[in-house]
């Protein structure tokens, strides 16, 4: 079965700092991978997503992500952050239903990211 | 309305009451899925539902009862719960059950079993 470790479950950035959330899978096919946002009292909201086009995925916010085979990651950055960034971060995995060949998300535990003034 | 609502918002309720949680979706989608998110833990699948239909139970105790009457509303029946059932309850939808189709997610309920 596939799985997601996200490294730290907190970070905290000052302003205008770059963001860096860590993200690394196990798949024994060619995986998709995704990066979900949830802030305050809301559900998840698709960052980006990898499907086995280009490696470095861009998304929505400023935030992109790097698919690395060779180190199995996919880790989030943006080059400046936004107070506004402060939120939870899942990472997740596409990995197979138990019926129908059909495929789920698995996620990673989370990562709380805070932006200090 | 737009997306994925969710209703109630907020939810608390005692171990031998009967509950129901609602979420609709307006994005013309095929699939639905509920999910728990307890803290500390990842999202744990609970349910998911392709065309109406049942593909995936994931080991969830039988106190939780999902219901998909189309494909725009599901439902989760709640009865004799327990305190470690409380979470928050979101529910997703996509086009379909293949990857990688994205989820689009509700902003959840807040049970809390008392």
């Known amino acids: 079965a596939q799985s997601v470790t996200q490294l730290g479950s907190h970070v905290s950035v000052s302003e205008g700092a770059l963001v860096l959330l860590r993200c690394n899978y196990s798949?024994?096919?060619?995986?998709?991978l995704f990066w979900y946002v949830q802030y305050p009292n809301q559900g998840l909201q698709l960052l980006l997503k990898y499907t086995s086009a280009a490696t470095l995925v861009k998304g929505i916010n400023g935030f992109e992500a790097e698919f690395k085979k060779s180190e199995t990651s996919f880790h989030l950055t943006k080059p400046s952050a936004h107070m506004s960034d402060a939120a939870e971060y899942f990472c997740a995995v596409s990995d197979r239903l138990t019926q129908g060949g059909s495929e789920k998300l698995v996620f990673g535990k989370g990562t709380k990211l805070t932006v200090n003034p | 309305e737009t997306g994925v609502t969710q209703t109630p918002r907020h939810l608390v309720m005692g171990m031998t009451n009967k509950k129901s949680l609602k979420c609709e979706q307006h994005l013309g989608h095929n699939a639905m899925y509920w999910y728990k998110q307890s803290a500390k833990k990842p999202l744990e699948l609970m349910f998911v539902y392709s065309l109406e239909e049942r593909v995936e139970n994931n080991s969830v105790p039988s106190r939780f009862s999902p219901e998909c009457p189309n494909s725009s509303h599901l439902f989760l029946h709640l009865h004799t719960l327990q305190p470690e059932d409380s979470a928050l309850y979101l529910c997703?939808?996509?086009?379909?059950?293949?990857?990688?189709?994205?989820?689009?997610f509700g902003p959840g309920t807040r049970l809390t079993v008392t």
């Open positions: 798949s024994s096919v060619p995986p998709y």
């Open positions: 997703a939808s996509s086009q379909g059950i293949a990857a990688p189709y994205e989820q689009y």
